[in-house]
């Protein structure tokens, strides 16, 4: 049995009702589209959920959105934009779902972010979300250690570019401050749930493995706060009819 087997089985005895995050953040997606769908996948990158594959097969159009070329390039969405999330070349109320995977953690100004998905979704519209838990021991580390440090590890440990790892803020990654800065954005928290499961940080070796797998047993049965990850719906609040005196 090759170490990889070992890993897959051992992950399997050990949690085996766990669905992973990004499954259940793609069930969400699917659960929202309709042929007539117009979404924006933000921070797409190169897409390395697959969540275009998810959104085609859902129907409607699905435009990839990204600051980083670099990661853009090997997008393989033909409708594809190198944009901010801060500045959307996009209509207002034009879009039925924005979705983001592991870009919140990114934000330095999650609340112009959120305002501007606000802007171009229409009423009605969401934004679905998977990203660390700020409470998380992965996130703890990274906010205890230097950016070189993150890139480093993750060259080393899991063979990504140094230019696919970003600085990390932490300021959209807890259950208060998205329900905090949805409301201030026009958005209410729809769903909101935590997940530990598999340690697919330390795959790259069997004895961390080994390791964590009884660090994640252990905070399988500790508070949600604690958990690894984040999947969330934010939907759009009405919009305020304007006063007769503001027409």
Not at 134 to 157: C, E, Q
Not at 187 to 195: A, D, H, K, Y
Not at 211 to 233: C, D, I, N, Y
Request: proline residues 5%; contains cysteine; neutral net charge.
């Amino acid at each position: 049995m090759s170490t990889t087997e070992r890993i897959q089985k051992r992950n399997a005895a050990w949690f085996p009702r766990y669905k992973p995050a990004h499954e259940v953040y793609c069930e969400q997606i699917r659960s929202l589209l309709t042929p007539e769908s117009v979404s924006v996948h933000l921070g797409a990158g190169r897409d390395s959920l697959g969540v275009v594959a998810e959104l085609r097969d859902g129907g409607g159009r699905i435009v990839s959105v990204d600051l980083d070329g670099h990661g853009l390039a090997q997008n393989s969405n033909p409708w594809c934009v190198q944009a901010s999330g801060v500045s959307l070349p996009l209509r207002s109320q034009s879009v039925d779902l924005v979705v983001t995977d592991n870009v919140f953690e990114h934000l330095d100004e999650p609340l112009e972010m959120l305002a501007e998905c606000r802007r171009v979704l229409k009423d009605g519209g969401a934004i679905v979300f998977l990203c660390p838990n700020g409470y998380g021991y992965i996130a703890l580390i990274s906010r205890l250690t230097p950016h070189w440090v993150h890139a480093m590890f993750k060259r080393r440990a899991l063979g990504v570019a140094d230019e696919d790892t970003f600085p990390t803020y932490y300021r959209l990654n807890s259950k208060r401050a998205i329900t905090r800065l949805a409301g201030q954005t026009g958005f209410e928290v729809n769903t909101l749930q935590s997940f530990v499961g598999w340690p697919t940080y330390w795959e790259f070796s069997e004895g961390l493995h080994r390791v964590f797998v009884l660090v994640h047993a252990l905070l399988e049965k500790l508070p949600l706060w604690s958990h690894v990850s984040l999947v969330g719906v934010l939907r759009t609040k009405a919009r305020r009819a304007p006063d007769r005196g503001e027409q």
